[in-house]
């Protein structure tokens, strides 16, 4: 069953906008993971947060975590007509099992 | 450096036949993973491999079949292809040990007419 479920299911900003995305789940984690998918292509790692962290930045990348809420956003500033993407939350439980993907935000920038 | 690299990028079958889907990975992983994709369904584990030897049921192993080769090999076979089983799939591979993200390949596009 799906772990993670991202909010907006879809983003349509302008070029420029900050770009604002939501993962919820449902049980404990070890870390939760932000992916990217281009149309076409497989995922791409963006950021990793463990659960003893509360913030990370990666460049235009912001990921805050709340383990009380479980919940997570993904912040992208200054968007570029290449962010142009699905954005997928994962989160790893510590089995060997991998990571449990949500269903992802499709996310357009506007030139 | 080539990550992971799947086989072939699409393919049509008619129900009931059978095929091998191909994944390898040069990074010296010893996790490998079979995704689908569906619309709207996110990507579900069909079966994973922890470590040479071994492999494991996902979340929706039915009608699927792997094969860990070697460490650098994760085969998924479709025994009698169902339309249902028509989705992109996906192999990734991590290394648990270093707590390393998922490395996915580009995909495999199944339909099953």
């Known amino acids: 069953s799906q772990q993670g479920e991202e909010d907006p299911q879809a983003l349509s900003i302008q070029e420029g906008e900050n770009a604002t995305m939501n993962c919820s789940y449902k049980t404990s984690i070890n870390n939760l993971q932000w992916y990217r998918q281009n149309s076409g292509r497989g995922l791409v790692h963006l950021i990793l947060?463990?659960?003893?962290?509360r913030e990370k930045h990666s460049g235009r990348l912001r990921v805050t975590l709340d383990t009380s809420k479980k919940s997570s956003s993904l912040l992208i500033t200054a968007s570029r007509a290449a962010d142009t993407a699905s954005y997928f939350c994962a989160t790893e439980g510590g089995g060997a099992d991998g990571l449990t993907f949500g269903k992802g935000t499709h996310l357009i920038i506007q030139p | 450096n080539a990550g992971v690299t799947q086989t072939p990028k699409f393919q049509v079958l008619k129900t009931g036949q059978s095929m091998t889907l191909q994944c390898a990975q040069d990074m010296n992983h010893n996790s490998m993973y079979w995704y689908r994709q569906d619309p709207g369904m996110g990507l579900r584990l069909i079966y994973y491999s922890a470590s040479e030897g071994t492999t494991d049921k996902g979340e929706v192993p039915n009608g699927y079949n792997v094969s860990r080769l070697n460490k650098r090999e994760f085969s998924l076979r479709l025994e009698s292809a169902a339309p249902s089983q028509t989705s992109v799939y996906f192999c990734?591979?991590?290394?648990?040990?270093?707590?390393?993200?998922?490395?996915f390949g580009n995909g495999t596009r199944l339909t099953v007419t």
């Open positions: 947060i463990r659960s003893n962290e």
């Open positions: 990734a591979s991590s290394d648990v040990r270093t707590n390393s993200p998922l490395h």
